[in-house]
């Protein structure tokens, strides 16, 4: 990990913090809990409740901490947002690199130590996991959340008002975005939502190829309204070109044929699948048999042969030509099978089997004598190939494969690697909004419509909640903001731009950001289109952190190592926590 200054938090915290130590002595909190005053008889003798060494951070101290090491996070991957944003190259301490720009990818890779930092990270993570896509956006909206309520914080309003207007301000989000999505109409949109997910990625522009390989995979595996994205395999392979990349109508294996002498290539494939090992038993206790004839142990050798031999014979009686095997394969079964010309491959993986399963119809067996031939799947052909230097079996020409392979070539591992990323998330988002059937327009316009829809929504709600709802509507200005400032255009022009659009324009909703022009433009025409899963659920997630972590007025930590900043400096985090150390 390169090492460098930590991340701090601001000017305001340290501002707090020293207000703090002079007016009511810093340590007393963590006396108050450690050493209770018992009351009656003893009044005098402290009561000890915490381990010696524990740390304690209480209220605003423990809210504004928290708060900081949440929006460091957030500052940390701001600069990769949106189409235009930076990338980041990390090295992990035994020097591996990886370059990119997914958020995910990114707080993955570095090592956050900070408790609230770490809730951050989560939501990332959760983003992915739900839509694949919107992590970054997710991110850096927890942290404005965060700190928008700061101020609000400071001007003594109760962290349960905050939590309160936020997570009314949520759930109209959730309303308002819903009454802006719209119907999936074609496969040409789902390109283009293919396109947007990945715009920013280093794929050398080959989006239109590649998002046309992504669509084709999502309909391949879509089975009614669900779309199982696990059934998408990638498979990279160095060598070539991104363009060269495609998606084969069935599987790839990474496994060769067992035996050199089986036929290279297999027509009009009728495919076995073997849960179980092609041997002989092993005993499971240690048995001794002792022969004593000669011709005895011709006939309990020959016993074992016949036995395997059947096994052959099985496979060869209900028409297989291609035996797929998850356990081991004699060589005695080799040998059979490769004189009855059946291709072979072993110690496959459970996903393999369950994937080729899926792409030809086949049925897993477990007992391969009892094997029928309705248990067998099917495939126009089933070959061994060389791709770049290592060989591989392709099954290709499946009549309706639910499980398909996209073969991903590319220059050098790294390249292949965000094409990989790239994909997965344009093949996650396709997925999504194939299932759900809505999508928003992108660059900035759901954000704006947001704002200013939340922002009437406040004026009707009144009280506290009312400025917790400005709030939030306020933070969702930082999405375009990013974007523009990240594209070097001015933030505050494309704001005010974005929200005359909005209330004067016709379809002013759709309206986000060009990042060529940095005029506002209507992004569904611009093609700039998301899921509306993506939206909401960073919206969701971002809000239900930020009232987690607002709501947490006391932390008590427990001493691992001492610590290595004195109480005061402003690099720190926190007594005894760090902030994110180690990064960039
Ligand atoms: P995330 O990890 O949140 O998906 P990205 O770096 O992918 O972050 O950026 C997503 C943001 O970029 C979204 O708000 C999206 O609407 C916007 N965006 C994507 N493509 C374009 C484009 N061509 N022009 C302007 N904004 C875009
Ligand atoms: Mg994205």
Request: a negative charge; hydrophobic letters at 45%; glycine letters at 6%.
């Given at each position: 990990m390169i090492s460098g200054p930590s991340?701090?938090?601001?000017?305001?915290?340290q501002k707090y913090r020293h207000i703090n130590i002079e007016e009511q002595n810093y340590c007393s909190p963590i006396e108050e809990i450690h050493t209770m005053y018992g009351s009656g008889a003893n009044s005098n003798q402290p009561i000890i409740v915490l381990k010696e060494g524990t740390e304690r951070s209480k209220d605003k101290e423990a809210q504004f901490n928290n708060i900081a090491a949440a929006k460091a996070v957030a500052d940390a991957v701001r600069s990769t947002l949106g189409p235009k944003g930076m990338d980041k190259m990390l090295v992990d301490t035994i020097g591996d690199v990886v370059i990119t720009n997914d958020g995910v990818t990114i707080l993955k890779e570095?090592?956050?130590?900070h408790p609230a930092a770490k809730m951050v990270v989560e939501v990332a993570k959760t983003q992915d996991t739900e839509c694949g896509d919107g992590t970054t956006t997710s991110v850096v909206l927890a942290g404005e959340l965060l700190k928008q309520s700061e101020a609000l914080i400071d001007s003594n309003i109760h962290p349960t008002v905050i939590t309160n207007g936020f997570k009314l301000a949520a759930a109209k989000a959730v309303e308002v975005l819903n009454n802006i999505a719209v119907d999936v109409s074609n496969d040409e949109m789902l390109k283009k939502v293919a396109m947007t997910a990945m715009t920013g990625k280093s794929i050398g522009g080959e989006e239109d190829h590649l998002a046309d390989i992504i669509v084709k995979a999502a309909r391949t595996v879509q089975e009614g309204k669900r779309v199982d994205t696990s059934n998408v395999r990638l498979e990279k392979k160095a060598g070539g070109v991104i363009n060269d990349s495609y998606m084969i109508q069935g599987l790839v294996i990474d496994k060769q044929?067992?035996?050199?002498?089986?036929p290279k290539m297999i027509k009009n494939a009728k495919i076995a699948l073997f849960t179980t090992q092609m041997e002989n038993k092993k005993t499971e206790v240690d048995a001794q048999i002792s022969i004593t004839d000669p011709s005895s142990m011709q006939s309990f050798l020959s016993q074992e042969e016949v036995l395997?031999?059947?096994?052959?014979?099985?496979?060869?009686?209900?028409?297989?030509?291609?035996?797929?095997?998850?356990?081991?394969?004699?060589?005695?079964v080799q040998h059979y099978m490769a004189k009855q010309g059946i291709f072979c491959c072993r110690r496959l993986k459970q996903s393999d089997m369950e994937a080729i399963a899926k792409a030809t119809g086949a049925n897993l067996i477990g007992e391969i004598l009892e094997v029928q031939p309705s248990d067998l799947g099917t495939a126009d052909v089933v070959e061994e190939k060389e791709v770049g230097q290592d060989s591989m079996t392709f099954i290709t020409g499946c009549k309706n494969p639910?499980?398909?392979?996209?073969?991903?070539?590319?220059?050098?591992?790294h390249v292949m690697d965000e094409v990989d990323r790239a994909m997965t998330d344009g093949i996650r988002v396709v997925g999504?909004?194939?299932?759900?059937?809505?999508?928003?327009?992108g660059a900035g316009a759901p954000e704006i419509?947001?704002?200013l829809r939340l922002a009437e929504y406040a004026a009707t709600i009144g009280g506290r909640?009312?400025?917790?709802?400005?709030?939030?509507?306020?933070?969702?200005?930082?999405?375009?903001?990013?974007?523009?400032?990240n594209a070097g255009i001015d933030s505050i022009d494309a704001i005010i731009k974005l929200k005359n659009a909005h209330e004067k324009q016709k379809n002013g909703k759709y309206f986000g950001l060009d990042l060529d022009t940095g005029e506002a433009a209507d992004m569904l025409k611009k093609n700039v289109i998301e899921p509306l899963r993506v939206k909401v659920q960073a919206i969701n997630s971002a809000a239900e952190v930020a009232n987690m972590i607002l709501r947490i007025d006391d932390v008590i930590a427990s001493r691992r190592a001492p610590p290595t900043n004195p109480m005061g400096d402003p690099n720190m985090g926190g007594p005894g926590m760090s902030g994110i150390g180690g990064m960039m």
């Open positions: 991340i701090t938090c601001d000017d305001h915290m570095i090592d956050i130590q044929r067992v035996h050199p002498r089986m395997l031999k059947k096994m052959v014979d099985r496979c060869k009686e209900v028409g297989a030509n291609v035996v797929f095997c998850q356990k081991g394969v004699d060589d005695l639910k499980a398909v392979s996209i073969v991903i070539r590319g220059g050098t591992e999504v909004a194939i299932e759900d059937g809505k999508v928003v327009a419509e947001l704002e909640e009312q400025l917790a709802i400005e709030a939030f509507s306020k933070a969702m200005e930082v999405i375009p903001w990013t974007i523009a400032e």
